[in-house]
Every structure is written in structure tokens, then in C-alpha cells.
């Protein structure tokens, strides 16, 4: 399997913010989410559940919505705006003012045509969207109190809103209130907010209030079809099924309860809604919901995307809170790491030891703790996209939505306990737009961007000056979200979401190979020591190499690529970081959320039918296998070798996470 020793980094204290809101879009199949902090994150279905997109927001604007509209995705909060964002660029693109206040809900019309707000005002507000254009048409009738949310019936042209101890249904088409349906106070001077609402085809609405309730109502007559108490607190989120036969319902108390429209008997045609399941997998909140065609997607405060798949109670999988692009830079020669916090940097240089064991699994005594260098802040606490250090730590940088930003770094009594640090930022020869992904060259030559124009520009690095030294215009249609470079320093690899991976010449400012289009997105790509193959592995849980001399996959790919083991590709877990070391040049290391794997090339595959437990070799087993797996090391954001024989595997706990959470609603369990 291969020895070494490990750097086990735990001081890298990221913490994922809370989910606020859940979409799905049915053009794209993709689901967007936000979180507290502003961010947005869609994630592709078509790529078992790959993150391939993160817009990148600000503690001060909070988003309160998200709306699908084809392919379009919109944004509203508690500025009174509505955001398009261009999901090339992961920018915002274009805005409308609502001018009634704080935007709560939003919601679209099935033609694409327009979008309904509602807002702090009590006005439900119509955008008008047609030929890729956002602005402002028109507000209905104002009503009392503040519209928290909405839903639209395209063909009944009506609009359903939910509010304060009531809710209303709004023609379209004359902006006036058709029935108004009231909801009763247990106590007089406890109001009963209605959360979120749903109309139905047949004119079935849906409501959840604050008393707990999911309540069923006749949308011609405005009268209670049915109630149902649920849950212990407050209802925050509905979603219904394209079928329109199954509702959700979620809140306070995180379970998720499943409603169908149903038959009472065998021997009777006669339909009602009843409770037919619940799901107890979250910790706190549950803020948002959406279905797709297959699972329920659920999300709230305790960070984690949850998807259970509807008919098979087994089939449920967990994505993990930490962005899957990279927020841990390795400067090998310096033995040091750049860690990336949502609006700052940290380089810390790590611990070391002259001990070695040949005792498996040992703890080395530590010689020299792990020390903070620099904590470099961003200005106005704006959210970096994406960072990089060298090999030798002597340059760092980032890019956020206000540009792209490069430091020189100068180190000085590097062997001491506590080296002098000085950082200069540098002003001239830096392209003016933002960044989606950087990497350094290992000489320090060098440094590639990916742009949020779709090129690639090489700068040129001084000591005394950085220029421009070559770029690639239009080089895709789609955004760049995989860069690796060759330890020769000579070769560039970039992936982009259209499946386009290219080998370009760094000095030589050619276009050196063209990967073969696999229909897989690329989750993590590296070359191999010699800089003559690239490895790449694929959201479909494949791993290929390609020879880039030659300009064709190499002959152990092109044995093994259609014998990758059944149970192996349904694996959930997306592979994110993947590595190679002179010292094991016949062994790829890689690395999902839960494990760390090798996979040895000198090795045979294990059977195409292959049972789960039969696919990988553990530590000391005899068992032989191309798969070994390591289970010791667990929640790993990053791993990376810095020496021959060291490793760097940096961790975040699921409990360290969770200690930073807000308390949850207590429930009375059973024996307590």
C-alpha cells in the first residue's frame, strides 16, 4: 500500500453557514441552494450530484429567495432587489428594484415570461423577464402586512400568497384579491404566520403556519379540506412533486413529513390526503425544500444537503457542506499552507519532527508546533472565489468579485520558531477582472488564471515586476473549474464544465493535446511525476490517464477503463483531490469526504460484480487488489504530498462543526 508519514492538520476551522433557501430547476437539472452568508451553490444532477458552481456572496446582502426561470436563476432579499446572476461569469448580471421594500418570496409564471414578488410592503410585485430582460411592470392591490410567500398557477391565472393570519388569491389579470381564507390565534396577541404555500392544478392549496400546521383547502370555495398537526413548531417549507399526488412539509422540528393523495380503501375510488412518512435525519432547522423528479431534497441550519429517494427508504445520501473546489494551497518547498476562510487567507508553516516509527499508525512526538504566518483579510469582507501560494511560498493570491489580487512574500530566518514575514502587494501587470481558478508554476515562472471571461492568461513572474505573458481569448463557452500544472513546469491542464479538458503550453504558448470527450464531469485532475500523462477522475467515479506525448490513453487505461467494479460507480462520494509521488510512480492517491484511497496500477481490478466489501484492500490485509483504502483518516477538505515521504491530510470534524451550531428545538425522545 505504501508508507509515509502524515501531517494531520485539524486548525483549519471552516465553518459551512446555514441553508436559507432550495430550488430545483427542471430545464437544467440542477438544484440551487443559498446560504446565510450569500452564497449561491447549484449542483448537477446529471453528475451525480456534483457541485459544479459557487457565486460567491457578502455577510452584509442576505438572499431570501431563489427562483428558477429556464435556465435562468434569480435572487431576491432585504435590499427590495432582483438579481439575475450569469452563471458563465458567476456574477450578478442584471437587477430590478422592487420599490415596496424587502423582497420575501418569488416565484415564476410556467411561460417564462415574468416573475411575482412579494415584499415588506404587502404588494405583490410583477417583473417582466421576456427577451433576457429583468424590469419592473407592475404591483397588485396593496394589502395589509407583509407578504412572506407566494406561489403561481399558471393556467388558473392566480397568484397565492401567505402572510400574517391570513392568506389571499390574486387574479392575474386584474391584480385584485379573489378569496381571502383567515387563520385562527390560539392565543389573541400571538399572530399565526403562514411560511410557505402551494397551489396545486385542481385548485388545492397547501399552507404551513407557524402553529405547526400543514392544512389542504378548497382554493374555489376557500374552505379547509383538511388539517393536519405534524409537527411541534413552526411549518417553514413546503414542496410538491411534479406529480402533484405527493406533498412535503418541514420546519423547526427537522423532520420531513410526506403527504399523498390517496385512496382510503381498496374497494373505494374515493381520494384524500393522508401522512404516509416521515424522515428524521436533520439536527436542526430544516429552512428549504425541493423535489425532484427522483428524491426530496431538504436543507437548513445544520448545513448539510439532503436527498432521499422517493419509494426506496434506503436510498438516501448526505452531500458534504464544504465547497468541493480547493481552499487548501500546499507550497511544498516550504513545508507551509494556505488555508481560505469565505473572507480571508491564512498561511501557516506546518509542524515538524525527526522521529520516524515502524509502528503503523504511531503518533510522531512534534518538534516544531504548526505556526500562523499571515491572516490576510479581504477589503470590505467581499468572498474570495478562489486562491494559490507557490512551491516556495514567495507569492500568494486570490481573486473575489471585485478582481484579482497577487502578494510577494519575503521570509527571513525560515529555521527559527518564529520567522520574520513581510507581504507586498503587487499593483502593475495584473489582468483587471476576476478569477475563477489559480495556479502556480513549480519553478515560480509563472502563474495561469482561469478568468471569469472564459480565458486563460499566463502572467510572467519577476522578482522585480509581473507582466503579461501570454493568453488564451475565448477559450470556452463555459466556466473553468479544474487547473493543474506539470512538476516540470512546462505543462497547463484545464478542465471546463462543457467536458473540454486541454493540455497548453505554458513557454510554449501552444495548444499541446485535446482529451477525447467522456460525457463525466472532471472532479480533480493531476500529472503524473514525469509531466508525460494526466490523470483525471470523473464524477461517474472513473479514473483515466492520458498520455499527452503520444496523445492517446495509456495502455493500463485503455485495459482497465470498462472494468471499473459495478458497486464501485455507485459510489455517493465525489472524488475531490487526486495525487501522484516519485517515490510510488505505479500509484494514483485520492480522496473523497470519508477516505482516502490508493489505486495500484500494478494490480488487478476486482470483478465487474464485485460485493462493496469485497472491492478495496484495508491496511495489513492480505487481500489483493488495484483498491486499498484507508478509513483512519475522515471529513478530509485536502491531501497532498509535500515531501517524498510526508503527506499533508488536512480534516474538518463533523462535531467540530456542529459545536459552532445554534442550539435546536428540543424534543422529548424516548427513556428521557
Same mark, same amino acid.
Given at each position: 500500500?505504501?508508507?509515509?508519514?502524515?501531517?494531520?492538520?485539524?486548525?483549519?476551522?471552516?465553518?459551512?453557514?446555514?441553508?436559507?433557501?432550495?430550488?430545483?430547476?427542471?430545464?437544467?437539472?440542477?438544484?440551487?441552494?443559498?446560504?446565510?452568508?450569500?452564497?449561491?451553490?447549484?449542483?448537477?444532477?446529471?453528475?451525480?450530484?456534483?457541485?459544479?458552481?459557487?457565486?460567491?456572496?457578502?455577510?452584509?446582502?442576505?438572499?431570501?429567495?431563489?427562483?428558477?426561470?429556464?435556465?435562468?436563476?434569480?435572487?431576491?432579499?432585504?435590499?427590495?432587489?432582483?438579481?439575475?446572476?450569469?452563471?458563465?461569469?458567476?456574477?450578478?448580471?442584471?437587477?430590478?428594484?422592487?420599490?415596496?421594500?424587502?423582497?420575501?418570496?418569488?416565484?415564476?409564471?410556467?411561460?417564462?415570461?415574468?416573475?411575482?414578488?412579494?415584499?415588506?410592503?404587502?404588494?405583490?410585485?410583477?417583473?417582466?423577464?421576456?427577451?433576457?430582460?429583468?424590469?419592473?411592470?407592475?404591483?397588485?392591490?396593496?394589502?395589509?402586512?407583509?407578504?412572506?410567500?407566494?406561489?403561481?398557477?399558471?393556467?388558473?391565472?392566480?397568484?397565492?400568497?401567505?402572510?400574517?393570519?391570513?392568506?389571499?388569491?390574486?387574479?392575474?389579470?386584474?391584480?385584485?384579491?379573489?378569496?381571502?381564507?383567515?387563520?385562527?390565534?390560539?392565543?389573541?396577541?400571538?399572530?399565526?404566520?403562514?411560511?410557505?404555500?402551494?397551489?396545486?392544478?385542481?385548485?388545492?392549496?397547501?399552507?404551513?403556519?407557524?402553529?405547526?400546521?400543514?392544512?389542504?383547502?378548497?382554493?374555489?370555495?376557500?374552505?379547509?379540506?383538511?388539517?393536519?398537526?405534524?409537527?411541534?413548531?413552526?411549518?417553514?417549507?413546503?414542496?410538491?412533486?411534479?406529480?402533484?399526488?405527493?406533498?412535503?412539509?418541514?420546519?423547526?422540528?427537522?423532520?420531513?413529513?410526506?403527504?399523498?393523495?390517496?385512496?382510503?380503501?381498496?374497494?373505494?375510488?374515493?381520494?384524500?390526503?393522508?401522512?404516509?412518512?416521515?424522515?428524521?435525519?436533520?439536527?436542526?432547522?430544516?429552512?428549504?425544500?425541493?423535489?425532484?423528479?427522483?428524491?426530496?431534497?431538504?436543507?437548513?441550519?445544520?448545513?448539510?444537503?439532503?436527498?432521499?429517494?422517493?419509494?426506496?427508504?434506503?436510498?438516501?445520501?448526505?452531500?458534504?457542506?464544504?465547497?468541493?473546489?480547493?481552499?487548501?494551497?500546499?507550497?511544498?518547498?516550504?513545508?507551509?499552507?494556505?488555508?481560505?476562510?469565505?473572507?480571508?487567507?491564512?498561511?501557516?508553516?506546518?509542524?515538524?519532527?525527526?522521529?520516524?516509527?515502524?509502528?503503523?499508525?504511531?503518533?510522531?512526538?512534534?518538534?516544531?508546533?504548526?505556526?500562523?504566518?499571515?491572516?490576510?483579510?479581504?477589503?470590505?469582507?467581499?468572498?474570495?472565489?478562489?486562491?494559490?501560494?507557490?512551491?516556495?511560498?514567495?507569492?500568494?493570491?486570490?481573486?473575489?468579485?471585485?478582481?484579482?489580487?497577487?502578494?510577494?512574500?519575503?521570509?527571513?530566518?525560515?529555521?527559527?520558531?518564529?520567522?520574520?514575514?513581510?507581504?507586498?502587494?503587487?499593483?502593475?501587470?495584473?489582468?483587471?477582472?476576476?478569477?475563477?481558478?489559480?495556479?502556480?508554476?513549480?519553478?515560480?515562472? /509563472?502563474?495561469?488564471?482561469?478568468?471569469?471571461?472564459?480565458?486563460?492568461?499566463?502572467?510572467?513572474?519577476?522578482?522585480?515586476?509581473?507582466?503579461?505573458?501570454?493568453?488564451?481569448?475565448?477559450?470556452?463557452?463555459?466556466?473553468?473549474?479544474?487547473?493543474?500544472?506539470?512538476?516540470?513546469?512546462?505543462?497547463?491542464?484545464?478542465?471546463?464544465?462543457?467536458?473540454?479538458?486541454?493540455?497548453?503550453?505554458?513557454?510554449?504558448?501552444?495548444?499541446?493535446?485535446?482529451?477525447?470527450?467522456?460525457?463525466?464531469?472532471?472532479?480533480?485532475?493531476?500529472?503524473?511525476?514525469?509531466?508525460?500523462?494526466?490523470?483525471?477522475?470523473?464524477?461517474?467515479?472513473?479514473?483515466?490517464?492520458?498520455?499527452?506525448?503520444?496523445?492517446?490513453?495509456?495502455?493500463?487505461?485503455?485495459?482497465?477503463?470498462?472494468?471499473?467494479?459495478?458497486?464501485?460507480?455507485?459510489?455517493?462520494?465525489?472524488?475531490?483531490?487526486?495525487?501522484?509521488?516519485?517515490?510510488?510512480?505505479?500509484?494514483?492517491?485520492?480522496?473523497?469526504?470519508?477516505?482516502?484511497?490508493?489505486?495500484?496500477?500494478?494490480?488487478?481490478?476486482?470483478?465487474?460484480?464485485?460485493?462493496?466489501?469485497?472491492?478495496?484492500?484495508?491496511?495489513?490485509?492480505?487481500?489483493?487488489?488495484? /483498491?486499498?483504502?484507508?478509513?483512519?483518516?475522515?471529513?478530509?477538505?485536502?491531501?497532498?504530498?509535500?515531501?517524498?515521504?510526508?503527506?499533508?491530510?488536512?480534516?474538518?470534524?463533523?462535531?467540530?462543526?456542529?459545536?459552532?451550531?445554534?442550539?435546536?428545538?428540543?424534543?422529548?425522545?424516548?427513556?428521557?
Amino acid at each position: 500500500m505504501g508508507e509515509f508519514r502524515v501531517h494531520r492538520v485539524r486548525f483549519f476551522e471552516y465553518q459551512p453557514k446555514a441553508i436559507q433557501c432550495i430550488v430545483y430547476g427542471k430545464e437544467v437539472n440542477k438544484v440551487a441552494l443559498s446560504r446565510s452568508d450569500g452564497c449561491i451553490e447549484t449542483w448537477d444532477l446529471k453528475n451525480d450530484w456534483y457541485q459544479d458552481k459557487v457565486i460567491q456572496g457578502s455577510e452584509s446582502k442576505s438572499i431570501e429567495t431563489l427562483c428558477w426561470q429556464g435556465e435562468r436563476l434569480y435572487s431576491a432579499g432585504l435590499d427590495g432587489d432582483v438579481v439575475e446572476y450569469d452563471l458563465k461569469k458567476l456574477e450578478p448580471k442584471a437587477s430590478a428594484s422592487s420599490n415596496a421594500g424587502p423582497v420575501w418570496c418569488l416565484t415564476t409564471e410556467s411561460h417564462g415570461k415574468f416573475l411575482a414578488a412579494g415584499t415588506e410592503d404587502g404588494c405583490v410585485v410583477l417583473f417582466d423577464t421576456d427577451y433576457n430582460s429583468l424590469q419592473y411592470y407592475r404591483s397588485f392591490d396593496k394589502q395589509e402586512g407583509r407578504i412572506l410567500s407566494i406561489a403561481w398557477n399558471t393556467s388558473l391565472e392566480v397568484i397565492l400568497t401567505g402572510g400574517v393570519d391570513n392568506m389571499r388569491l390574486w387574479s392575474v389579470k386584474s391584480g385584485h384579491a379573489v378569496q381571502r381564507m383567515t387563520l385562527g390565534r390560539v392565543e389573541k396577541s400571538k399572530e399565526t404566520i403562514v411560511w410557505c404555500v402551494a397551489i396545486l392544478s385542481d385548485m388545492t392549496l397547501v399552507s404551513g403556519d407557524s402553529r405547526g400546521r400543514t392544512i389542504f383547502w378548497n382554493g374555489k370555495q376557500g374552505t379547509q379540506i383538511k388539517s393536519f398537526q405534524m409537527h411541534q413548531a413552526d411549518v417553514l417549507c413546503l414542496a410538491v412533486h411534479q406529480d402533484e399526488k405527493q406533498v412535503f412539509s418541514s420546519g423547526v422540528d427537522p423532520k420531513v413529513v410526506q403527504f399523498q393523495y390517496t385512496t382510503t380503501s381498496r374497494e373505494s375510488d374515493w381520494k384524500m390526503w393522508v401522512r404516509t412518512k416521515i424522515w428524521y435525519q436533520h439536527t436542526h432547522d430544516v429552512r428549504a425544500m425541493a423535489v425532484t423528479p427522483t428524491d426530496v431534497v431538504s436543507g437548513g441550519v445544520d448545513t448539510t444537503l439532503l436527498a432521499n429517494r422517493l419509494g426506496n427508504e434506503k436510498n438516501k445520501r448526505k452531500m458534504r457542506s464544504i465547497p468541493m473546489h480547493q481552499l487548501v494551497g500546499v507550497a511544498k518547498d516550504r513545508n507551509a499552507l494556505l488555508l481560505q476562510y469565505p473572507d480571508y487567507l491564512e498561511l501557516w508553516r506546518l509542524g515538524n519532527t525527526r522521529k520516524t516509527s515502524e509502528k503503523d499508525g504511531e503518533v510522531l512526538p512534534e518538534e516544531i508546533p504548526p505556526q500562523k504566518l499571515i491572516q490576510l483579510k479581504t477589503k470590505d469582507g467581499q468572498h474570495i472565489a478562489c486562491s494559490a501560494i507557490s512551491s516556495r511560498a514567495n507569492w500568494m493570491s486570490y481573486s473575489d468579485i471585485d478582481g484579482f489580487k497577487l502578494y510577494k512574500i519575503t521570509m527571513t530566518d525560515t529555521e527559527s520558531i518564529s520567522p520574520s514575514v513581510d507581504l507586498r502587494k503587487v499593483k502593475k501587470g495584473l489582468p483587471s477582472y476576476s478569477a475563477h481558478r489559480i495556479v502556480f508554476t513549480p519553478d515560480e515562472k /509563472f502563474l495561469v488564471i482561469a478568468t471569469s471571461c472564459q480565458k486563460i492568461v499566463v502572467i510572467s513572474l519577476d522578482e522585480d515586476s509581473v507582466s503579461l505573458y501570454h493568453a488564451w481569448d475565448d477559450y470556452t463557452e463555459e466556466s473553468i473549474h479544474q487547473l493543474s500544472v506539470s512538476s516540470n513546469s512546462k505543462l497547463v491542464a484545464v478542465a471546463d464544465l462543457s467536458y473540454k479538458i486541454t493540455v497548453l503550453g505554458v513557454e510554449s504558448k501552444e495548444v499541446v493535446s485535446q482529451l477525447p470527450s467522456y460525457k463525466s464531469t472532471v472532479t480533480a485532475m493531476t500529472f503524473t511525476p514525469d509531466s508525460r500523462n494526466l490523470i483525471t477522475a470523473h464524477a461517474d467515479q472513473k479514473i483515466y490517464e492520458f498520455d499527452v506525448e503520444k496523445k492517446e490513453y495509456s495502455d493500463w487505461c485503455r485495459e482497465v477503463c470498462n472494468k471499473f467494479p459495478n458497486a464501485w460507480k455507485k459510489r455517493h462520494q465525489i472524488i475531490h483531490h487526486i495525487s501522484t509521488s516519485p517515490r510510488y510512480p505505479d500509484k494514483i492517491f485520492f480522496c473523497d469526504l470519508d477516505k482516502f484511497f490508493i489505486l495500484d496500477k500494478t494490480q488487478p481490478f476486482p470483478s465487474i460484480g464485485s460485493k462493496p466489501f469485497n472491492l478495496v484492500a484495508r491496511p495489513n490485509s492480505s487481500k489483493v487488489s488495484a /483498491f486499498h483504502v484507508c478509513t483512519r483518516f475522515r471529513y478530509l477538505i485536502h491531501m497532498d504530498f509535500v515531501n517524498d515521504d510526508w503527506v499533508v491530510m488536512v480534516e474538518r470534524t463533523k462535531l467540530a462543526m456542529m459545536e459552532s451550531l445554534p442550539m435546536a428545538m428540543q424534543q422529548k425522545k424516548f427513556g428521557t
